[in-house]
Each structure stands twice: as C-alpha cells, then as structure tokens.
C-alpha cells in the first residue's frame, strides 16, 4: 500500500501563484507514476497533470498547460504542482494520486489517491 498525503492548498487571488505538494508513503518503490487531479465544485473530476517516476515524462491537461508545472523528488518520494498565473476556474480540490506500472501502461491509471487539498481562488 502507498499513502499519500497532500499540502500546500489554501486561498489565493487570481494571478497568484501557489505550489501543491504530495509526500509518498508505505510501498513507495510500488510508484510507477504520480499524478494531480481535482475536482471543482459540482463537476467531475478531471485531470490536470501527471509524471513518470523514473523517466520524469510529463504530461498536461490543456487548461493548465504552460501554467502549472509537475515535479517530483524521488529522494524525498514527494511530488510537486507549482501554480502560476492562477484562474478563478482553478478553484477545486486537488488530489494526489499513484499509479503503479500496470495500471500505468494502461493509460496512465493510478492505483491510490490522497485525500486532497483545497484551492480557492478569488477575484
């Protein structure tokens, strides 16, 4: 099992940046991939980025392309979404989630999830 606890949320104005973090925990040497998604109030989940744990392939949800950018500290096994330039739009809870390499190759699919960190952004 692989927990995974989120940080970093909070309330911001619009045009402010802000940096998300995600500390890996138990089978860390399990993560094939990590990922961030979120959820805005009365929509569905969506995603918005995601990284390979060895390759540090990147990946991007076009509404936060050039604006949010994934990172990972296999040291510290924590990922990182540094937040810039920020929209009302990206108001949401943000989740933290894993993938080991089956559900990886499959389509980037993770296998454990945080339990999320709110961002409110307000004008």
């Known amino acids: 099992q692989v927990q995974l606890v989120e940080s970093g949320g909070g309330l911001v104005q619009a045009g402010d940046s802000l940096t998300l973090s995600c500390a890996a925990s138990?089978?860390?040497?399990?993560?094939?991939?990590m990922g961030w998604f979120r959820q805005a109030p009365g929509k569905e989940r969506e995603f918005v980025a995601r990284v390979s744990w060895n390759a540090d392939n990147t990946g991007y949800a076009d509404s936060v392309k050039g604006r949010f950018t994934i990172s990972r500290d296999k040291a510290k096994n924590t990922v990182y979404l540094q937040m810039n330039s920020l929209k009302l739009e990206d108001t949401a809870v943000y989740y933290c989630?894993?993938?080991?390499?089956?559900?990886?190759?499959?389509?980037?699919?993770?296998?454990?999830w945080g339990k999320g960190t709110l961002v409110t952004v307000s004008s």
């Open positions: 138990g089978r860390t040497s399990s993560i094939f991939g």
């Open positions: 989630a894993a993938g080991q390499v089956g559900s990886w190759i499959r389509g980037y699919g993770m296998d454990y």
